[in-house]
């Protein structure tokens, strides 16, 4: 049983199912990788486990997310409370056009904090956690638009770590970044995951095969198979999953 418990999850837009009946549980302070073709249905996937596909027109979801024992599709659910556990990085970085402190501190305004000793405490932190501190500490007033891109999304986590979420999802975190900041982002990934859940999802089988813990392949929005990141790369137990690994598909 892990921290998200996944039961039959079917997803559609309009008359388009996009995911059929995914079952998996996600085990906590681990990272998950979701690996396919494009179109598969990884990214659907992600956005479900908080409800950002809430904000797309005409779309229907049945089955079961359960995240800390609780439902977060029943009727009433608090989507407030359920995207401040459950934060996501995006593909590409998506800092505020504000300070580099006003985007670290966002979300903790958002949810009431005012106190300004607080608040710098708050920034502090979440700024070392992403090795921004020393980089950044003399540039706070400055707009987060002027930095490098892995600085940028380095922010962007640090802004996402400052409400102290549990779970930490990442579409793509690396696609529009070069190999160097890639390597970054990747050896933060594996400091992040002793205090938080990662779900990625990731085109690239080799950054799957380096950070995760657990990959799951997806397919045509089935779930071929989830397992051991070591296992799924070395003895897949479906020939789908051998055949999109050796790259005879997909």
């Known amino acids: 049983m892990g921290i998200i418990e996944v039961r039959d999850l079917c997803f559609y837009y309009g008359s388009f199912q996009a995911l059929d ?87 903790l305004r958002v949810h009431g904090l005012r106190d300004k000793r607080r608040l710098e405490e708050k920034l502090v932190r979440s700024l070392e956690s992403v090795h921004l501190w020393e980089e950044l500490k003399d540039r706070l007033d400055a707009n987060a638009l002027t930095l490098s891109g892995e600085q940028q999304q380095r922010l962007c986590i640090a802004r996402l770590v400052a409400v102290e979420p549990e779970i930490v999802l990442m579409d793509e975190p690396c696609s529009a970044l070069d190999l160097a900041a890639t390597a970054n982002i990747e050896d933060l990934m594996a400091e992040l995951k002793k205090r938080y859940t990662i779900v990625i999802v990731t085109h690239n089988m080799q950054q799957a095969a380096r950070v995760s813990d657990f990959t799951g392949y997806f397919l045509l929005g089935e779930l071929v198979e989830i397992g051991a990141t070591h296992q799924i790369f070395t003895t897949p137990r479906d020939p789908r999953t051998e055949d999109y690994i050796t790259g005879r598909f997909g």
């Open 21 to 107: 009946r995914i079952g998996l549980d996600i085990e906590k302070n681990r990272i998950t990788a979701l690996i396919g073709p494009s179109g598969c249905g990884k990214t659907t996937f992600l956005r479900s486990l908080n409800r950002m596909t809430d904000m797309i027109e005409n779309v229907r979801v049945t089955g079961r997310v359960i995240i800390d024992g609780e439902d977060i599709y029943r009727p009433g659910a608090d989507l407030l409370a359920l995207r401040k556990k459950v934060g996501m990085v995006f593909q590409r970085p998506n800092p505020f056009p504000l300070s580099v402190y006003d985007n670290v501190v966002y979300g």
